[in-house]
């Protein structure tokens, strides 16, 4: 804990911790070392990694990169946080792993670059003028940049994959429901999945293990599904395993050094012994509007809370109680996340309901419809994880929608609860680093990680 903590502050130039408190991870790190002498055999034990800023932390403040909770400090732990900690009265010991901060993200999780934080950008290891992703942009650079050796993520369209892409590291994002969401900062609750990102698929697995399981008391939407250990088949030979290759994810959208990468994992594969098929996602370019549709709309709902009443900021100077909720809203939330209350506000309105929200949960069904499709003919779906490379820092200031176009990979797994992941798959223009996407069928998470690890 003591090195990495040396680490976290030698390199405070890529923004990616909020929070430090280098006492309170210390003591963690000592409860640690008296259960290893107890004869506690947990495999996580002691080892170091930091929180994405959504989850809340007794040990430290919760801001997910927002002005709007500046300060905030939670009084209890999220169910992630204590089952890879030291746990909680009714969660059991936990995994023992020392927190050692809180990581920076986009506001509320909003973003693919990590520049919609209140608490400025995060710098792209591999390149200081490149975005390192979003939303858990200091997520994937810290571990990236081995300030931690594991982090968590969260993923409601492609926050945990996305990033882990960008910055060359591996990520998982589970089936929705795998991963308890008591404690997260909510932004679409039936989108948000928590999961680990970390160098390796081996590590990945082992987070998982201990992050998952149901939370009944707590996350009503938390799967009655028993955690697995997701490190059991990691060797298991590729033999036969068909491959899907969506033919939308491959079509001109896609940069010629992002396909050329994902092309010659794609071969690695096979020489492994698996083999490809090709399929159709028809209905992929659909998941954009209809994820930014219903993920604001979800969004305006859960951010109604933040009226300076019950915690957060709250504006100093109002003549009445709605002038304090606009002066408060309008101080706290930037500019990103009030465009996504404006929209998830006209989509359900009275009148555009039918037009908009309606609709576009028709479609999300459709979409998910295709994938079982997709999954009689093939086991696991690859791809790539984004159109292209990290772009540069600023590069979409000017069109908010860009932003939202990159995403158009993601999206689909997010908005049918499927898991996908994101691993390594060499590197681009530039030297940045390339994602391969692979997407499972429901709880097929420890396929994707024997995917993952056998390519590494
Ligand atoms: N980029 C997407 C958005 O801005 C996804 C974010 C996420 O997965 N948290 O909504």
Known sequence: ARAYLDRISAHR???????????????????????????????????????????VTRDFVTT?????????????DATVVARLGHGAPDQGPGAGMVTLGKLNCDEFAMGSG??????????????????????SGGSAAAVAAGLIPAATGTDTGGSIRQPAAFCGITGIKPTYGRVSRYGMVAFASSLDQAGPMARTAEDCALLLSAMCGPDPDRDSTSLDVPAEDFSRALDAPLDGLRIGLPKEFLGEGVAPDVRAAVDAALAELQRLGARLVDISLPRTELAIPV????????????????????????????????DMYEKTRAEGFGDEVKRRIMIGTYVLSHGYYDAYYLQAQKIR???????????????????????????PRGGHRADPLADYLAD????????????????????GEGGLPVGLQLI???FQEARLLNVAHRLQ
């Not at 927002?66 to 209890?76: D, E, H, N, T, V």
């Not at 069904?365 to 984004?386: K, M, N, S, T, W």
């Open 365 to 391: 069904r459709l979409i998910a419809d295709d994938f079982q499709r997709a999954f009689e003919v093939c086991d696991v779906i690859a791809g790539p994880v984004a159109p292209t490379v990290a772009w």
């Open 408 to 427: 158009v990979f993601t999206l689909p797994a997010s908005l049918a609860g499927l898991p996908g992941m994101s691993v390594p798959a060499g590197f």
């Open 13 to 55: 130039e890529l923004n990616a911790f909020l929070a430090l408190d280098e006492e309170r991870s210390l003591e963690q790190a000592r409860r640690a070392d008296e259960r290893l002498a107890a004869g506690d055999a947990s495999p996580l034990l002691g080892v170091p990694l930091a929180h994405k800023d959504v989850f």
């Open 114 to 135: 990590n520049e919609n934080s209140a608490y400025g950008p995060v710098l792209n290891p591999w390149s200081a003028s490149r975005v390192p992703g979003g939303s």
């Open 64 to 76: 997910a990169g927002s002005r709007m909770l500046a300060g905030y400090r939670s009084p209890f």
């Open 291 to 322: 994820y930014y549709v219903l993920a604001p709309a979800e969004a305006s709902s859960n951010l109604a809370r933040y009226d300076g009443v019950r915690y957060g900021h709250r504006a100093r100077d109002y003549a009445d109680l709605i």
């Open 440 to 442: 499972g069928n429901y």
